[in-house]
Each structure stands twice: as structure tokens, then as C-alpha cells.
T-cell receptor
């Protein structure tokens, strides 16, 4: 079975540019999470969707960040304009019906470098 | 400030030795998970514990959930180089009805042959 698919795997761009990260969750999973991982702050939850609806976006750093989930099989995380401090590895994870204890399945991440 | 504090931050041991990683909090969790992450990959779930005092074993790995459901430990017996990785604990606060997990900063484990 295909796992969570993220694209691109690597992105290098100049500050000020728009960046769009993409995620395809596991089919049948109805919860989707976007995380950011850095050495300094570890793995931080940015936003959480349930049945395509954003439930908690309190982790989104600022208005430059936005996330959408137009359907059950696709989500995007957009940064506009990007800044060097946004450099990190961004992970998408999905989970089946929001039952407690269900595992989150992570993609392999997008390594983002803003110059 | 991390909701979950992991210790130590880094651990380097030789093959065959034992090690213990700790995950502590002042909050009560309805469940707690341990993940292992290898370079260039996302975290992979090892175990979920839900009952205070629960002990789970996964081959050479032993996981314990504290009686008060505020802390957990991971013990590896006779570590092997394949155990090398970043170990992350993640807890779902009892107050969160959606079962959203918050992650600790992780413990980097290196096992040398």
C-alpha cells in the first residue's frame, strides 16, 4: 500500500518567493497533520485537518503560512513570502478515524531551504 | 517550552549495552506513543500505551507508561547498530478531545559496533 506521499522532497528557493508543499494522505485516512521539524524546536504541529476541515491551526507561525485540504486525497501548505527562518523539514502525516491511539503515518518530508 | 521533556538529548553506546530513554511531563495524557525516526525519513510508530502502569514489549524494547499517565520510558536491551535513530515520544493530552499528539524534542541514540 502507498504511504503518505509528499512533494517535492527538496526545495531550495530565494527569500520572498512563494513555496507550495504538497501531500497525498493514505487512502481512507480522514485526519491530516502538517508538522515542521528543526534542530532547535523539534517536531512542531502546524495544523490539523479532520474530514478536510481545519480543526486546529494554532501552530501556524504567522499569516505567511496557509494550508488547504480541498478533498480527502490532497493537501497543500503554502508559505508566501518565504523567509530564511522558514528553512526546516516539513512533514505531512495522516491517521484513520480520529480514534485515540491510532498511529500517525508520516511521509518522508520536504526539506526546505530558503536562501 | 516543550510539553514533553525527553532525556537524555543524546546517547552514544556500544553494541550489546542497555539504554533507557525518558519522557516526562506535568500533564496527564490519555495515550502516549513512541516513534523512531531515521535520517531522511518520517517518524515511524513503535508503540502506543494507554493505561497507567502499562508495560509493553517489542522484541528487545520495553515501554512503560507511568501510573499517573504523565511519564514514560523506553528501555532497549542489548542494543544493536540498527537501533540507531531519533526516538520521539508523543502524548495526547487528556484535555484534547481530538486526540491530537504533541511531540517531545527527541533523544538521538547512536549504537556503535
Amino acid at each position: 500500500d502507498a504511504g503518505v506521499i509528499q512533494s517535492p522532497r527538496h526545495e531550495v528557493t530565494e527569500m520572498g518567493q512563494e513555496v507550495t508543499l504538497r501531500c497525498k494522505p493514505i487512502s481512507g485516512h480522514n485526519s491530516l497533520f502538517w508538522y515542521r521539524q528543526t534542530m532547535m524546536r523539534g517536531l512542531e504541529l502546524l495544523i490539523y485537518f479532520n474530514n478536510n476541515v481545519p480543526i486546529d491551526d494554532s501552530g501556524m507561525p504567522e499569516d505567511r503560512f496557509s494550508a488547504k485540504m480541498p478533498n480527502a486525497s490532497f493537501s497543500t501548505l503554502k508559505i508566501q513570502p518565504s523567509e530564511p527562518r522558514d528553512s526546516a523539514v516539513y512533514f505531512c502525516a495522516s491517521r484513520s478515524q480520529g480514534a485515540r491511539g491510532q498511529p500517525q503515518h508520516f511521509g518522508d518530508g520536504t526539506r526546505l531551504s530558503i536562501l | 517550552t516543550q510539553l514533553l521533556e525527553q532525556s537524555p538529548q543524546f546517547l552514544s553506546i556500544q553494541e550489546g549495552e542497555n539504554l533507557t530513554v525518558y519522557c516526562n511531563s506535568s500533564s496527564v495524557f490519555s495515550s502516549l506513543q513512541w516513534y523512531r525516526q531515521e535520517p531522511g525519513e518520517g517518524p515511524v510508530l513503535l508503540v502506543t500505551v494507554v493505561t497507567g502502569g502499562e508495560v509493553k514489549k517489542l522484541k528487545r524494547l520495553t515501554f512503560q507508561f507511568g501510573d499517573a499517565r504523565k511519564d514514560s520510558s523506553l528501555h532497549i536491551t542489548a542494543a544493536q547498530p540498527g537501533d540507531t535513530g531519533l526516538y520521539l515520544c508523543a502524548g495526547a493530552p487528556q484535555t484534547d478531545s481530538w486526540g491530537k499528539f504533541q511531540f517531545g524534542a527527541g533523544t538521538q541514540v547512536v549504537v556503535t559496533p
